[in-house]
C-alpha cells in the first residue's frame, strides 16, 4: 500500500502527542530524577514544533510505502502496550518472560509452524536476553524495575 502525505507534519503531531503522554505521569518521582526526562521531553517538543512549522513553510509530500500486513502491525501494537500493563501487575521479569517468548513465537509463526524443539532451543537464550536487560537496569544504571505480585 502507497500512502502520499507530509511525513514532517505526521512525524511533529506524533512526537507532541508522545510528549504529552509522557509528560504528566510522574508520581512517585524525585525532583532531581525528573529533571533528565523531563528536559529531553522538552527537547521532543523543540524539535517537534520545528518539524510542526517545516511542515507549513516548506512542505514535503513524500510517497510512504507500507509493506507487510497491517493485521500484524496492529497487532504488535496492542502485545507492546499488553506488556506494558502486564509489567505493573506481573512485575518486570515474569511479564517480560511471557511477552519476549509469545512475541518470538508470534513472529517465527508467521514463516511456519514453530516445532516444540525449537521452542525449546529459544528459551535458555530469551532468559539470558531478560537477565542481561534486568541486570543492566538494576545494577549498572540503578532503576528499580517493578516486581508486580511478587513484590
Request: net charge positive; glycine share 8%; no cysteine.
Amino acid at each position: 500500500m502507497t500512502l502520499r502525505f507530509n511525513t514532517d507534519f505526521a512525524a511533529g503531531l506524533f512526537g507532541l502527542l508522545f510528549a504529552a503522554v509522557l509528560w504528566f505521569p510522574r508520581e512517585g518521582m524525585g525532583r532531581l530524577s525528573i529533571i533528565f526526562p523531563r528536559a529531553i521531553l522538552v527537547i521532543m517538543v523543540v524539535l517537534s514544533l520545528a518539524l510542526i512549522v517545516k511542515a507549513f513553510t516548506k512542505p514535503a509530500a513524500r510517497q510512504v510505502e507500507i509493506e507487510g500486513d497491517p493485521r500484524r502491525l496492529v497487532i504488535m501494537i496492542v502485545v507492546l502496550f499488553a506488556w506494558w500493563y502486564a509489567i505493573g501487575v506481573l512485575g518486570f521479569l515474569g511479564a517480560t518472560a511471557i511477552f519476549f517468548f509469545g512475541l518470538t513465537w508470534y513472529l517465527a509463526h508467521i514463516e511456519g509452524p514453530v516445532p516444540v524443539r525449537r521452542l525449546a532451543q529459544w528459551a535458555p537464550i530469551i532468559a539470558v536476553l531478560i537477565g542481561a536487560f534486568y541486570l543492566a537496569f538494576t545494577e549498572v544504571l540503578s532503576v528499580r524495575l517493578p516486581s508486580g505480585i511478587w513484590s
